[in-house]
């Protein structure tokens, strides 16, 4: 097993290198095939999803239709990736940061209705109760 980096991501997505662009096409067919077996972190996803909206300006919805895809591939392994796919899914839709939707996502998946925050945005979550310490 293998490693993959942020700028893999980033290269495939923005074909702002066409080589690089390429050979990294190239990495997550072989993925999605079985025949290279990888694992990221939580932090590579983060940073992904805060290049692609910040540097690049890429909407949110565009970034769950690039992002959903490679997260459900088979070589792929990522700890947490259903809270990943969840997330991405709440980023989409909302206006919240993809912290807050991570963050959400967690609490969803393991029931927990109640949140201490200073964050007013939670206010908007059905189910969730904001209580402020």
Not at 19 to 36: A, M, Q, R, T, V
Not at 38 to 46: A, D, K, M, Q
Not at 48 to 71: A, C
Request: aromatic share 12%; hydrophobic share 40%; proline share 2%.
């Amino acid at each position: 097993m293998k490693f993959i980096d942020t700028n893999v991501f980033l290269r495939y997505f923005t074909a702002d290198d066409p080589e690089k662009s390429k050979n990294s096409l190239e990495l997550l067919k072989k993925i999605e095939n079985g025949e290279e077996t990888v694992t990221t972190s939580s932090l590579v996803i983060f940073e992904t999803i805060f290049t692609l909206e910040h540097s690049y300006k890429v909407s949110r919805s565009d970034i769950l239709q690039l992002l959903g895809p490679i997260l459900n591939l088979r070589g792929l392994s990522l700890e947490n990736k259903s809270i990943f796919i969840e997330a991405l899914k709440i980023y989409s839709e909302e206006t919240f940061s993809f912290a807050d939707a991570f963050n959400i996502a967690v609490m969803k998946k393991m029931n927990i209705k109640e949140i201490y925050s200073y964050d007013g945005d939670f206010d908007e979550i059905d189910g969730i109760k904001r209580i402020e310490p």
